[in-house]
């Protein structure tokens, strides 16, 4: 079903530029003309997240978190098995995508740590990288409060997805 | 966080540092070269939407609700937001990102601190409310799931729950530090 949402959107969004009469094909140029200086502008700022990002891994800092940590996550109803997913999924996107299907190897994609590993991907973001891609535009340089209110809804987040997937 | 790893590194692989670096920074490159082209359909889109009119009229639809949450009052910033919410609600993050940063400089007051609408609009976003998780349906299948779209319905409880959460842990320290600034204006002016 869900393959079908973008394409039909996309041809009802060109019949109604038609009937608008829209000059279809220069606007749509002109605003994907902006997308190289857009990527430029914020390429420094990526690099930089996902150098700080795979020293941590490569450094095995984020195994050690992990195992410290896991008595904390485990008392929270966190299992083991989603430590390194939630301790990553704030800084990488691809990152954590590559933990999630290796998740799906080790477990079976239809086991529970499984279901709770996509419900903890549906319900967060990486918020490190969100946060410094959408200021590094702007003056803003420092974000107040922020970063810990993203943490902690993420963190909520997490521990709900456990237990609704224990109940569902 | 660099720091302690480069620190951790220089004892266990002082030779991995460099490398390491250097193959996430291409990493980075070839992020923002599939960036590029993803965000060249989109921006191309979004363009069509706003000539068309279609932005003005979910603007105005989100309006009031926008005018409560952000508390922006500029038509064009309202737009922006407008874009950036909806994309990130049909789960299109990468057509959400440029309305965002777009919708940042235009809330930007130059003083070097998030204001209110900043903030919230990163919360927003770092919460990540969505209707359809497709990329990751689409993972569960490709992994041999039975039933890959079951997690649509408790995805969207949590993600419902933590979006709600955040909105109200924005307002809710905003007003404390309101509070705490007003008291101590007033303690100002009885010196």
């Known amino acids: 079903m869900s393959v079908y949402v973008l394409p039909v959107l996309f041809l009802c969004l060109f019949t109604y530029c038609i009937y608008k009469k829209v000059n279809t094909y220069e606007t749509f140029v002109k605003g994907a003309k902006g997308a190289i200086k857009l990527v430029v502008d914020i390429f420094p700022f990526i690099a ?14 984020t195994e050690v978190l992990a195992n410290l940590l896991s008595p904390v996550f485990n008392l929270l109803g966190i299992p083991t098995e989603l430590c390194e997913l939630v301790l990553l999924r704030p800084f990488t996107g691809s990152g954590s995508y590559g933990i999630l299907e290796n998740i799906f190897a080790t477990y079976g994609a239809d086991s529970y740590i499984s279901r709770c590993a996509c419900v903890i991907m549906g319900c967060s973001e990486t918020i490190f990288y969100v946060a410094t891609v959408y200021i590094s535009q702007t003056k803003v340089k420092r974000l107040l409060y922020a970063i810990p209110v993203a943490l902690v809804c993420s963190l909520v987040g997490t521990v709900l997805a456990c237990l609704i997937c224990k109940i569902l | 966080m ?58 105005r639809l989100l309006r009031p609700l ?31 990102t440029p309305m965002g940063i777009k ?15 900043i903030i919230m609009l990163i919360v927003i976003n770092a919460t990540s409310i ?27 409880l949590v993600t419902i729950f933590t979006t709600v959460l955040g909105i109200s842990l924005v307002i809710f320290i905003d007003k404390i530090l309101k509070k705490i600034k007003n008291k101590r204006k007033a303690v100002e002016v009885k010196k």
Do not use: H
């Not at chain 1, 930089?48 to 800092?61: C, D, E, Q, R, T």
């Open chain 1, 48 to 61: 930089s997240i996902l150098i700080a990002v795979g020293l941590l891994k490569v450094s095995g800092l």
């Open chain 2, 2 to 59: 660099m720091l302690a790893s480069i620190l951790v590194l220089l004892v266990t692989n002082p030779s991995a540092v460099l490398s390491e670096m250097i193959s996430c920074s291409a990493d980075a490159l070839e992020l923002c070269i599939e960036l590029c082209a993803i965000y060249a359909i989109w921006l191309g889109i979004m363009e069509l939407v706003d000539a068309s009119g279609l932005a003005e009229k979910l603007a």
């Open chain 2, 130 to 156: 969505q209707l359809l998780p497709t990329t990751i349906i689409g993972l569960r299948q490709s992994a041999g799931s039975a039933n890959p779209a079951d997690i649509i319905f408790p995805t969207l």
């Open chain 2, 66 to 96: 926008i005018k409560k949450i952000f508390r922006v009052e500029d038509k064009e910033t309202q737009k922006l937001i407008a874009m950036n919410v909806s994309a990130n609600l049909l789960g299109i993050g990468n057509a959400a």
């Open chain 2, 103 to 117: 919708s940042m400089k235009a809330l930007d007051d130059g003083s070097g601190k998030a204001t209110f609408a």
